[in-house]
T-cell receptor, first 116, second 114 residues
Framework: DADVTQTPRNRITKTGKRIMLECSQTKGHDRMYWYRQDPGLGLRLIYYSFDVKDINKGEISDGYSVSRQAQAKFSLSLESAIPNQTALYFC???????????????FGEGSRLTVL | SQQGEEDPQALSIQEGENATMNCSYKTSINNLQWYRQNSGRGLVHLILIRSNEREKHSGRLRVTLDTSKKSSSLLITASRAADTASYFCATAAYNAGNNRKLIWGLGTSLAVNP
């Protein structure tokens, strides 16, 4: 089984719908991240969490929200999806020490979201 | 232009040849990392090199870091078809809030032909 599991792997939805992407990990890491990947724009950080009581906005948090339900679970929600949120979304974990986001990341397989 | 720019954007070689990819960056870094991404899959960490290191090896991978030129290179020796993937560098740099974060390049797409 994968260490970092994302569900769903693929989702097609319509503009205005609420979407939740879920991530669970068995690595025992405290830090979890949500990224989106777009061709020509690279990876961009949406939200990150250093532990269950800590949630931080990344570069592009507008239109997204997150919930850290447990150490192992971190979900990303799009309250009202729009077409420019069509992208490949990745969850990642890290056990890098200190208060920074600069360590080795362990990625899930991605969730491909299409908003029509 | 972006911190962590890979060069070339695309590279096509024959199996058995060596592949070299470069990453340039602009600001001071704490470390630099290389990741591989197979088509439609998640990224996999390859190597992390710290700012006080000049070279690291892992199997057929060799990474160099030249902080004076603000550049790094990833060498894959004796390439295999299975090395076909996109390769990304990520630099651990300070952002405007004086906090460190990872800044990602756009990647080099490597095709290894059998």
């Amino acid at each position: 089984d994968a260490d970092v599991t994302q569900t769903p792997r693929n989702r097609i939805t319509k503009t205005g719908k609420r979407i939740m992407l879920e991530c669970s990990q068995t690595k025992g890491h405290d830090r979890m991240y949500w990224y989106r990947q777009d061709p020509g724009l690279g990876l961009r950080l949406i939200y990150y969490s250093f532990d269950v009581k800590d949630i931080n906005k990344g570069e592009i948090s507008d239109g997204y929200s997150v919930s850290r339900q447990a150490q192992a679970k971190f979900s990303l929600s799009l309250e009202s999806a729009i077409p420019n949120q069509t992208a490949l979304y990745f969850c990642a974990t890290s056990d890098w020490p200190g208060y920074s986001n600069t360590g080795e990341l362990f990625f899930g397989e991605g969730s491909r979201l299409t908003v029509l | 232009s972006q911190q962590g720019e890979e060069d070339p954007q695309a590279l096509s070689i024959q199996e058995g040849e060596n592949a070299t990819m470069n990453c340039s960056y602009k600001t001071s870094i704490n470390n630099l990392q290389w990741y591989r991404q197979n088509s439609g899959r998640g990224l996999v960490h390859l190597i992390l090199i710290r700012s006080n290191e000049r070279e690291k090896h892992s199997g057929r991978l060799r990474v160099t870091l030249d902080t004076s030129k603000k550049s790094s290179s990833l060498l894959i020796t004796a390439s295999r078809a299975a090395d076909t993937a996109s390769y990304f560098c990520a630099t651990a740099a300070y952002n405007a809030g004086n906090n460190r974060k990872l800044i990602w390049g756009l990647g080099t797409s490597l095709a290894v032909n059998p």
